[in-house]
Protein backbone atom coordinates (compact mmCIF):
# COMPACT_ATOMS: atom_id res chain seq x y z
CA UNK A 1 0.00 0.00 0.00
CA UNK A 2 0.98 3.21 -0.89
CA UNK A 3 2.57 5.27 2.49
CA UNK A 4 -0.02 8.32 3.97
CA UNK A 5 0.73 10.20 6.53
CA UNK A 6 -1.68 9.39 8.74
CA UNK A 7 -0.28 5.58 8.77
CA UNK A 8 2.32 7.27 10.73
CA UNK A 9 1.62 8.81 14.50
CA UNK A 10 1.19 12.42 14.29
CA UNK A 11 2.99 14.73 16.60
CA UNK A 12 1.40 15.60 19.60
CA UNK A 13 -0.94 18.37 20.83
CA UNK A 14 1.07 22.20 20.84
CA UNK A 15 0.78 24.53 23.23
CA UNK A 16 0.04 27.38 20.70
CA UNK A 17 0.55 28.73 17.47
CA UNK A 18 4.29 28.89 17.72
CA UNK A 19 4.87 25.35 18.48
CA UNK A 20 2.52 24.62 15.21
CA UNK A 21 5.71 26.61 12.95
CA UNK A 22 8.72 24.72 11.38
CA UNK A 23 8.40 20.87 11.34
CA UNK A 24 7.65 21.41 8.04
CA UNK A 25 7.93 18.40 5.11
CA UNK A 26 10.88 17.75 2.81
CA UNK A 27 9.14 17.22 -0.67
CA UNK A 28 10.93 14.98 -3.45
CA UNK A 29 10.45 16.90 -6.39
CA UNK A 30 9.53 14.09 -8.95
CA UNK A 31 9.73 16.02 -12.20
CA UNK A 32 13.04 18.64 -11.28
CA UNK A 33 14.42 15.38 -10.23
CA UNK A 34 13.89 12.75 -13.19
CA UNK A 35 15.31 15.66 -15.67
CA UNK A 36 18.70 15.91 -13.74
CA UNK A 37 19.04 12.01 -12.03
CA UNK A 38 19.45 13.79 -9.21
CA UNK A 39 17.33 14.31 -5.61
CA UNK A 40 15.90 17.38 -5.65
CA UNK A 41 13.90 18.23 -2.23
CA UNK A 42 11.82 21.06 -1.62
CA UNK A 43 10.86 22.03 2.04
CA UNK A 44 7.71 22.75 2.23
CA UNK A 45 7.58 25.99 4.09
CA UNK A 46 3.86 27.37 2.72
CA UNK A 47 2.75 24.76 5.41
CA UNK A 48 3.49 26.89 8.13
CA UNK A 49 0.68 28.86 9.85
CA UNK A 50 0.83 32.05 8.02
CA UNK A 51 1.79 30.17 4.83
CA UNK A 52 5.87 31.49 4.36
CA UNK A 53 8.91 30.34 5.61
CA UNK A 54 9.08 33.95 6.76
CA UNK A 55 7.36 32.57 10.42
CA UNK A 56 10.19 31.48 11.25
CA UNK A 57 12.04 34.43 11.58
CA UNK A 58 9.03 36.01 12.58
CA UNK A 59 8.95 33.67 15.57
CA UNK A 60 12.57 33.86 16.13
CA UNK A 61 12.64 37.58 16.41
CA UNK A 62 9.90 37.85 18.83
CA UNK A 63 11.03 35.15 21.24
CA UNK A 64 14.40 37.10 21.14
CA UNK A 65 13.11 40.26 22.25
CA UNK A 66 11.17 39.23 24.74
CA UNK A 67 13.89 36.87 26.06
CA UNK A 68 15.78 40.38 25.99
CA UNK A 69 13.07 41.99 28.01
CA UNK A 70 12.73 44.67 25.25
CA UNK A 71 8.39 42.91 24.68
CA UNK A 72 5.80 42.59 27.02
CA UNK A 73 2.12 41.96 26.30
CA UNK A 74 0.56 45.23 24.90
CA UNK A 75 3.56 46.20 23.55
CA UNK A 76 3.65 47.33 19.79
CA UNK A 77 6.12 45.17 17.35
CA UNK A 78 7.07 47.72 14.08
CA UNK A 79 8.48 46.31 10.85
CA UNK A 80 9.06 46.66 7.22
CA UNK A 81 8.22 43.46 4.88
CA UNK A 82 7.02 42.60 1.81
CA UNK A 83 4.22 41.02 2.92
CA UNK A 84 5.42 37.74 4.74
CA UNK A 85 7.43 38.61 7.65
CA UNK A 86 4.51 41.09 8.25
CA UNK A 87 1.72 37.57 8.18
CA UNK A 88 3.91 35.77 10.23
CA UNK A 89 4.93 38.77 12.99
CA UNK A 90 1.17 39.69 12.93
CA UNK A 91 -0.31 36.14 13.55
CA UNK A 92 2.42 35.15 16.43
CA UNK A 93 1.77 39.09 17.76
CA UNK A 94 -2.33 38.02 18.19
CA UNK A 95 -1.21 34.91 19.35
CA UNK A 96 0.72 36.85 22.48
CA UNK A 97 -0.94 40.02 22.79
CA UNK A 98 1.24 42.46 20.69
CA UNK A 99 0.23 45.03 17.95
CA UNK A 100 1.89 44.83 14.65
CA UNK A 101 2.50 48.18 12.55
CA UNK A 102 3.48 46.79 9.28
CA UNK A 103 4.99 49.13 6.61
CA UNK A 104 4.89 47.97 3.00
CA UNK A 105 5.89 48.92 -0.79
CA UNK A 106 2.36 49.49 -2.14
CA UNK A 107 4.02 46.99 -5.28
CA UNK A 108 3.65 44.10 -3.64
CA UNK A 109 0.89 41.56 -4.45
CA UNK A 110 -2.74 42.77 -3.25
CA UNK A 111 -3.40 39.55 -1.72
CA UNK A 112 -0.86 39.64 0.97
CA UNK A 113 -1.70 43.52 1.26
CA UNK A 114 -5.52 42.15 2.01
CA UNK A 115 -4.74 39.02 4.07
CA UNK A 116 -2.17 41.87 6.36
CA UNK A 117 -5.57 44.03 6.75
CA UNK A 118 -7.67 40.40 7.57
CA UNK A 119 -5.51 39.62 10.27
CA UNK A 120 -5.42 42.84 12.08
CA UNK A 121 -1.87 44.30 10.92
CA UNK A 122 -1.84 48.20 11.25
CA UNK A 123 -0.75 48.33 7.65
CA UNK A 124 0.58 51.46 5.82
CA UNK A 125 1.62 51.53 2.43
CA UNK A 126 4.41 53.54 1.40
CA UNK A 127 5.44 53.94 -2.69
CA UNK A 128 8.49 51.36 -3.64
CA UNK A 129 11.59 53.24 -3.18
CA UNK A 130 15.41 51.80 -3.56
CA UNK A 131 17.13 51.73 0.16
CA UNK A 132 19.20 54.53 -0.14
CA UNK A 133 16.04 56.95 -0.06
CA UNK A 134 14.61 57.83 3.03
CA UNK A 135 11.45 56.70 2.19
CA UNK A 136 12.58 53.16 1.73
CA UNK A 137 9.66 51.27 3.40
CA UNK A 138 12.69 49.58 5.89
CA UNK A 139 13.36 53.00 7.05
CA UNK A 140 9.88 54.18 6.90
CA UNK A 141 9.64 51.36 9.85
CA UNK A 142 12.54 52.02 11.60
CA UNK A 143 11.55 55.95 12.20
CA UNK A 144 7.87 54.66 12.86
CA UNK A 145 9.51 52.06 15.66
CA UNK A 146 11.39 54.91 17.25
CA UNK A 147 8.46 57.35 17.55
CA UNK A 148 6.05 54.97 19.00
CA UNK A 149 9.22 53.67 21.38
CA UNK A 150 7.52 55.97 24.62
CA UNK A 151 3.98 54.64 24.17
CA UNK A 152 2.07 52.31 26.41
CA UNK A 153 4.05 48.97 26.29
CA UNK A 154 6.51 50.13 24.59
CA UNK A 155 7.38 49.58 20.90
CA UNK A 156 10.25 47.27 19.23
CA UNK A 157 11.51 47.21 15.59
CA UNK A 158 11.69 43.54 14.55
CA UNK A 159 14.41 44.80 11.71
CA UNK A 160 14.70 41.49 10.31
CA UNK A 161 17.32 42.38 8.02
CA UNK A 162 20.04 43.12 10.43
CA UNK A 163 18.42 41.14 13.66
CA UNK A 164 20.61 38.17 13.85
CA UNK A 165 17.80 36.74 15.52
CA UNK A 166 16.34 35.79 12.12
CA UNK A 167 19.18 33.78 10.50
CA UNK A 168 19.73 32.01 14.43
CA UNK A 169 16.11 31.23 13.81
CA UNK A 170 17.01 29.03 10.87
CA UNK A 171 20.30 27.58 11.94
CA UNK A 172 18.32 25.79 15.25
CA UNK A 173 15.60 24.71 13.19
CA UNK A 174 15.41 25.25 9.21
CA UNK A 175 19.57 23.53 9.02
CA UNK A 176 18.78 20.96 11.24
CA UNK A 177 15.29 19.74 9.63
CA UNK A 178 16.70 19.61 6.67
CA UNK A 179 20.04 17.69 8.09
CA UNK A 180 17.56 14.98 9.49
CA UNK A 181 15.07 14.63 6.83
CA UNK A 182 18.03 13.72 4.19
CA UNK A 183 19.90 11.40 6.96
CA UNK A 184 22.61 13.74 6.57
CA UNK A 185 23.06 13.03 2.96
CA UNK A 186 22.33 16.59 1.42
CA UNK A 187 24.93 17.17 -1.08
CA UNK A 188 23.53 20.63 -2.09
CA UNK A 189 21.15 23.44 -0.57
CA UNK A 190 20.56 26.69 -2.99
CA UNK A 191 17.69 29.12 -1.91
CA UNK A 192 17.27 32.96 -2.68
CA UNK A 193 17.71 35.72 -0.46
CA UNK A 194 15.62 39.00 0.73
CA UNK A 195 17.09 39.06 4.09
CA UNK A 196 19.23 36.54 3.86
CA UNK A 197 18.42 34.67 7.28
CA UNK A 198 17.14 31.67 5.22
CA UNK A 199 19.95 31.31 3.23
CA UNK A 200 23.09 31.85 6.16
CA UNK A 201 20.97 29.61 8.58
CA UNK A 202 20.67 26.43 6.81
CA UNK A 203 24.39 27.25 5.43
CA UNK A 204 25.87 27.61 8.89
CA UNK A 205 24.19 24.89 9.88
CA UNK A 206 24.91 22.10 7.33
CA UNK A 207 28.13 23.18 6.87
CA UNK A 208 29.11 22.76 10.58
CA UNK A 209 27.53 19.31 10.03
CA UNK A 210 29.35 18.73 7.37
CA UNK A 211 31.27 21.47 5.27
CA UNK A 212 31.59 19.74 2.05
CA UNK A 213 27.61 20.75 1.38
CA UNK A 214 27.38 22.90 -1.49
CA UNK A 215 25.80 26.54 -0.65
CA UNK A 216 24.66 28.18 -3.82
CA UNK A 217 22.68 31.37 -3.57
CA UNK A 218 19.68 31.80 -6.31
CA UNK A 219 19.34 35.18 -7.25
CA UNK A 220 16.40 36.91 -9.44
CA UNK A 221 17.54 38.57 -12.58
CA UNK A 222 18.70 42.27 -11.68
CA UNK A 223 19.84 41.90 -8.16
CA UNK A 224 22.94 42.73 -7.19
CA UNK A 225 23.59 39.48 -4.62
CA UNK A 226 24.78 37.43 -7.72
CA UNK A 227 27.73 40.11 -8.55
CA UNK A 228 28.45 40.10 -4.98
CA UNK A 229 28.72 36.12 -4.52
CA UNK A 230 30.39 35.70 -8.17
CA UNK A 231 33.00 39.42 -7.99
CA UNK A 232 32.07 41.29 -5.35
CA UNK A 233 29.85 44.13 -7.35
CA UNK A 234 26.49 44.08 -6.20
CA UNK A 235 25.18 46.42 -8.89
CA UNK A 236 21.61 46.01 -9.77
CA UNK A 237 20.97 45.95 -13.09
CA UNK A 238 17.20 45.37 -13.19
CA UNK A 239 14.09 44.12 -11.57
CA UNK A 240 11.94 40.63 -11.44
CA UNK A 241 8.44 40.17 -11.21
CA UNK A 242 9.24 38.13 -8.05
CA UNK A 243 8.44 39.15 -4.75
CA UNK A 244 10.56 39.01 -1.06
CA UNK A 245 14.17 38.29 -2.65
CA UNK A 246 16.73 40.38 -4.18
CA UNK A 247 18.68 42.90 -3.12
CA UNK A 248 21.15 45.85 -3.77
CA UNK A 249 22.98 45.68 -0.05
CA UNK A 250 24.19 42.85 1.89
CA UNK A 251 22.09 42.95 5.25
CA UNK A 252 23.88 41.84 8.51
CA UNK A 253 22.16 38.81 8.34
CA UNK A 254 23.60 37.45 5.09
CA UNK A 255 26.99 38.65 5.94
CA UNK A 256 30.01 36.10 6.53
CA UNK A 257 27.49 33.18 5.65
CA UNK A 258 29.37 30.32 4.15
CA UNK A 259 28.49 30.39 0.38
CA UNK A 260 30.18 28.52 -2.34
CA UNK A 261 28.38 30.02 -5.67
CA UNK A 262 25.80 31.88 -7.12
CA UNK A 263 22.97 31.20 -10.20
CA UNK A 264 20.82 33.54 -11.52
CA UNK A 265 17.42 33.01 -13.11
CA UNK A 266 15.08 34.77 -15.04
CA UNK A 267 11.45 35.33 -14.76
CA UNK A 268 10.30 33.25 -17.33
CA UNK A 269 12.79 30.31 -16.04
CA UNK A 270 11.17 30.21 -12.29
CA UNK A 271 7.73 30.24 -13.98
CA UNK A 272 8.13 27.55 -16.23
CA UNK A 273 8.65 25.41 -13.10
CA UNK A 274 5.89 27.00 -11.16
CA UNK A 275 3.55 26.30 -13.51
CA UNK A 276 4.85 22.47 -14.20
CA UNK A 277 4.92 22.03 -9.94
CA UNK A 278 1.36 22.50 -9.98
CA UNK A 279 0.28 21.21 -13.09
CA UNK A 280 2.02 17.98 -12.39
CA UNK A 281 2.93 17.53 -9.16
CA UNK A 282 0.67 19.44 -7.43
CA UNK A 283 2.31 21.88 -5.64
CA UNK A 284 1.20 25.49 -5.50
CA UNK A 285 4.25 27.75 -5.37
CA UNK A 286 4.67 31.26 -5.18
CA UNK A 287 7.71 33.40 -7.58
CA UNK A 288 10.51 32.80 -5.15
CA UNK A 289 10.02 29.09 -4.93
CA UNK A 290 10.38 29.08 -8.48
CA UNK A 291 13.44 30.72 -8.82
CA UNK A 292 14.81 28.25 -6.10
CA UNK A 293 13.58 25.31 -7.67
CA UNK A 294 14.93 26.29 -11.28
CA UNK A 295 18.54 27.25 -9.44
CA UNK A 296 18.34 23.64 -7.85
CA UNK A 297 17.95 22.09 -11.15
CA UNK A 298 20.94 23.92 -12.43
CA UNK A 299 23.35 22.98 -9.28
CA UNK A 300 21.86 19.48 -10.09
CA UNK A 301 23.38 19.83 -13.57
CA UNK A 302 26.80 20.69 -12.53
CA UNK A 303 26.90 18.44 -9.75
CA UNK A 304 25.73 16.07 -11.71
CA UNK A 305 23.61 12.66 -11.42
CA UNK A 306 23.22 10.97 -8.25
CA UNK A 307 23.19 13.69 -5.90
CA UNK A 308 20.61 15.27 -3.36
CA UNK A 309 20.14 18.90 -3.89
CA UNK A 310 17.41 20.42 -1.00
CA UNK A 311 15.63 24.00 -1.50
CA UNK A 312 13.17 25.88 -0.23
CA UNK A 313 9.51 26.13 -1.01
CA UNK A 314 8.80 29.77 0.49
CA UNK A 315 5.64 30.34 -0.07
CA UNK A 316 2.11 29.70 -1.82
CA UNK A 317 0.79 30.64 -4.93
CA UNK A 318 -2.60 31.90 -4.04
CA UNK A 319 -0.57 34.82 -2.43
CA UNK A 320 0.25 35.84 -6.03
CA UNK A 321 -3.15 34.95 -8.11
CA UNK A 322 -3.34 38.32 -9.02
CA UNK A 323 -0.18 38.36 -10.61
CA UNK A 324 1.01 34.43 -11.72
CA UNK A 325 -1.59 33.59 -12.80
CA UNK A 326 -3.18 36.54 -14.50
CA UNK A 327 -2.36 36.44 -17.89
CA UNK A 328 -3.08 40.26 -18.15
CA UNK A 329 -0.55 40.62 -16.02
CA UNK A 330 1.99 38.43 -17.17
CA UNK A 331 1.37 39.86 -20.92
CA UNK A 332 2.25 43.16 -19.78
CA UNK A 333 5.48 41.42 -19.00
CA UNK A 334 6.41 39.74 -21.43
CA UNK A 335 6.07 36.36 -19.90
CA UNK A 336 4.45 33.44 -20.44
CA UNK A 337 1.18 32.85 -18.80
CA UNK A 338 -0.07 29.15 -17.43
CA UNK A 339 -1.11 27.13 -20.32
CA UNK A 340 -3.84 25.88 -19.26
CA UNK A 341 -5.67 29.52 -17.91
CA UNK A 342 -7.10 31.01 -20.59
CA UNK A 343 -6.03 34.88 -21.30
N1 LIG B 1 10.55 34.14 -0.47
C1 LIG B 1 9.54 34.90 -0.05
C2 LIG B 1 8.20 34.73 -0.69
C3 LIG B 1 9.75 35.87 0.94
O1 LIG B 1 8.73 36.65 1.36
C4 LIG B 1 11.05 36.00 1.49
C5 LIG B 1 11.34 37.03 2.54
N2 LIG B 1 11.04 38.35 2.23
C6 LIG B 1 12.07 35.20 1.00
C7 LIG B 1 11.78 34.26 0.03
C8 LIG B 1 13.48 35.34 1.47
O2 LIG B 1 13.73 34.86 2.77
P1 LIG B 1 14.89 35.47 3.63
O3 LIG B 1 14.42 36.80 4.14
O4 LIG B 1 15.09 34.50 4.73
O5 LIG B 1 16.11 35.65 2.78
Known sequence: MESHPHATVPPPATADLAEAIGNTPLIHLRRASEATGCNILGKAEFMNPGGSVKDRAALAIIQDAEQNGLLAPGGTIVEGTAGNTGIGLTLVGNSRGYRCVIVMPETQSQEKIDFLRMIGADLRLVPAKPFRDPGNYVHVSRRLAAEMRGEKGGAIWANQFDNLANREGHRATTGPEIWHQTAGAVDAFTCSCGTGGTLAGVALALKGRNPAVKIVLADPEGSGLYGWVKSNDLTVTGSSITE??????????????????????????????????????????????????????????????????????????????????????LRSKNLPSPPWINA
Request: net charge negative; glycine share 12%.
Open 244 to 329: GIGQSRVPANLEGAPIDDAVRIPDAEALEYIYDLLIHEGLSVGGSSGINVAAAVRVAKTLGPGHTIVTVLCDGGSRYQSKLFNPEF
